[in-house]
């Protein structure tokens, strides 16, 4: 369905949110739009490529693939996968989110895509070695990734669990 609770949501707050710039000034309301219009044009391009892989993902990894390698019934080592594969797949939230939403509708199960989520979050490879290492240094990047290491782990068997229980 095209109107769904979060369209409603974000809906009636952008509503709100620029009413009330708006009532603070018309070149204040102004200014607030020019700036949304930068930024969705800005962000456009990656929406649209990001959805673009999600959809080849989709008519190219075949069903059985997800379902055996992050399906139902998979556990720790579907969770394990999600993993290795968060911390390794390049690119930002707006290529992740449209592939991760396609996994989810091949089949992928709760849990590894928490976990996958969770490990690009914390350990994407692509920002750790251009950004983190060299710009915190690797004392404090290994003690970090260090310290964070089971995070995905127990985030990812927890909303399997949760998930289980409320679905």
């Known amino acids: 369905m095209f109107f769904n609770k979060s369209l409603i ?14 009532s603070q000034g018309t070149e204040v309301g102004i200014r607030g739009l020019k700036a949304s219009g930068n930024m969705f044009v800005s962000i456009v391009p990656n929406l649209a490529f990001g959805f673009l892989l999600a959809g080849m993902a989709q008519v190219l990894i075949p069903r059985e693939q997800v379902s055996r390698f992050v399906g139902e019934g998979t556990g720790w080592l579907g969770i394990l996968f999600g993993t290795g594969l968060g911390a390794i797949t390049p690119g930002g939230p707006f290529a992740q989110f449209p592939l991760i939403a396609a996994l989810f509708q091949m089949g992928a199960a709760p849990g590894p895509l928490a976990a996958y ?3 690009f979050s914390l350990f994407g490879l692509n920002r750790i070695i251009v ?5 915190l240094g690797a004392k404090f990047t290994t003690i970090r990734v260090l310290c964070s290491l089971l995070m995905p782990l127990l985030i990812g068997e927890l909303v399997a669990l949760v998930y289980r229980k409320l679905v």
């Open 117 to 119: 989520i969770t490990s």
């Open 9 to 22: 949501i974000i809906g009636l707050l952008a509503a709100g949110v620029s009413a009330y710039a708006f």
């Open 131 to 135: 950004y983190e290492w060299p710009l």
